[in-house]
């Protein structure tokens, strides 16, 4: 009997070594599975989050949740001047869909998606501003780090995204490469590497 190891140093019981390969194989099928899984809700969990988002800024209720944001915001106050708060809330709207459907796209087009997740970095990087120039992040009587429900840890939640984000673009633009990798003909500038 082969003995890769053994299941407990007090009762010295074999663990042969098809069965430590069957179990290396179960982790490996697990790990798999859990990554993909991940992938999938960090990817169209976002994607969700943008369609719906995005559809909601249309309405006047969202409008008006945004308006201490965007009305204290260096980088959005010259646009609610401008347009009036509706208004910026619809273009935030068509904004955010559109982020949602080009991140969508990341099967079948991945530079396309990869484009999209960068709309998302520099979504969540102007929210995440938002914590600096918005009246009440922080708890009345108790300042910093003592962040306020709304908008505080409303918007604090938005440094995960982002880093959903970061990941998600790394990984579409990997994709993308490997894709055009692929397609490029042979050449003989290429050729060397086409061979791996």
Known sequence: MNVANTRDKDSRVPIRADEVARMSESVDR???????????VFRYGLVLIFLWAGALKFTAYEAKNIEPMVSNSPIWSWAYQALGLQSLSNVIG???????LLIATRPFWPKLSAIGCFGSIATFVITLSFM???????????????????????LAKDL?????SIW???????????TDYRSRP???????????
């Open 160 to 164: 995960v995204l982002l880093g959903v």
């Open 132 to 154: 600096l120039t918005t009246p009440g992040v922080w708890e009345p009587g108790y300042g910093f780090p003592a962040l306020s429900a709304l908008p505080g840890q409303f």
């Open 186 to 196: 042979p050449t003989p500038g290429n050729l060397a590497s086409n061979v791996r």
């Open 30 to 40: 697990a790990e798999g599975g859990l990554l993909r899984t991940g992938e999938f």
């Open 94 to 100: 068509v904004m955010e869909i559109t982020i949602g």
């Open 168 to 178: 998600m673009a790394g990984e579409a633009l990997a994709a993308a490469s490997r």
